[in-house]
T-cell receptor, first 112, second 112 residues
Framework: DAKTTQPPSMDCAEGRAANLPCNHS???????VYWYRQIHSQGPQYIIHGLKNNETNEMASLIITEDRKSSTLILPHATLRDTAVYYCIVWGIYNQGGKLIFGQGTELSVKP | EAQVTQNPRYLITVTGKKLTVTCSQN?????MSWYRQDPGLGLRQIYYSMNVEVTDKGDVPEGYKVSRKEKRNFPLILESPSPNQTSLYFC???????????FGSGTRLTVV
């Protein structure tokens, strides 16, 4: 079973920041938080990951709480092309053969 | 361009007719995996491979076979397809370093 909890859906206005929350209260010390997204029925796409520090790349920012029990993915200026299902995944190389365990994700709709 | 290539993208076949879905990656990744995606059930791992000649079952391996004779290729074999194997299939690879998994574009299989 997935170790994360996400809201099933969210809306965001185009050009505004999209903040996608994720709870992972049972995360272990050696597990990372990964975010992927899936646009329509394409293959999931890696966005960003972190262990305990906040991270930023050209796509998004990841804010992880100090106790590591939750995180937020931030898309700073959402566009219509960011409409997708976003998956928050807790992953550890030593856990279950290093596989990704997908939950149901958050369906983000970016509206004009 | 770094990528995972799956073929075919779409396939309609009849029950019992053996088929192979090919997967190839050009990133020299050691780890490769197959997932299937079904409505309401999400993405589930079928088989994975840690390296050449090393494969193991995932969560839903029944009815599937895989082989890993070369590092770049990881074909998925359905010896006797059945309608319950109608699904969207994704191949993925990773080196467990900075960028998570890279997924293929998917193969939509229909078994009638």
């Amino acid at each position: 079973d997935a170790k994360t909890t996400q809201p099933p859906s969210m809306d965001c206005a185009e050009g505004r920041a999209a903040n996608l929350p994720c709870n992972h209260s049972t995360i272990s010390g050696n597990e990372y938080v990964y975010w992927y997204r899936q646009i329509h029925s394409q293959g999931p796409q890696y966005i960003i990951h972190g262990l305990k520090n906040n991270e930023t790349n050209e796509m998004a920012s990841l804010i992880i709480t100090e106790d590591r029990k939750s995180s937020t993915l931030i898309l700073p200026h959402a566009t219509l092309r960011d409409t997708a299902v976003y998956y928050c995944i807790v992953w550890g190389i030593y856990n279950q053969g290093g596989k990704l365990i997908f939950g149901q994700g958050t369906e983000l709709s970016v509206k004009p | 361009e770094a990528q995972v290539t799956q073929n075919p993208r779409y396939l309609i076949t009849v029950t019992g007719k053996k088929l192979t879905v090919t997967c190839s990656q050009n990133m020299n990744h050691e780890y490769m995996s197959w997932y299937r995606q079904d409505p309401g059930l999400g993405l589930r791992q079928i088989y994975y491979s840690m390296n050449v000649e090393v494969t193991d079952k995932g969560d839903v391996p029944e009815g599937y076979k895989v082989s890993r004779k070369e590092k770049r290729n990881f074909p998925l074999i359905l010896e006797s397809p059945s309608p319950n194997q109608t699904s969207l299939y994704f191949c993925a690879s990773t080196d467990f370093r900075d960028y998570g998994y890279t997924f293929g574009s998917g193969t939509r299989l229909t078994v009638v």
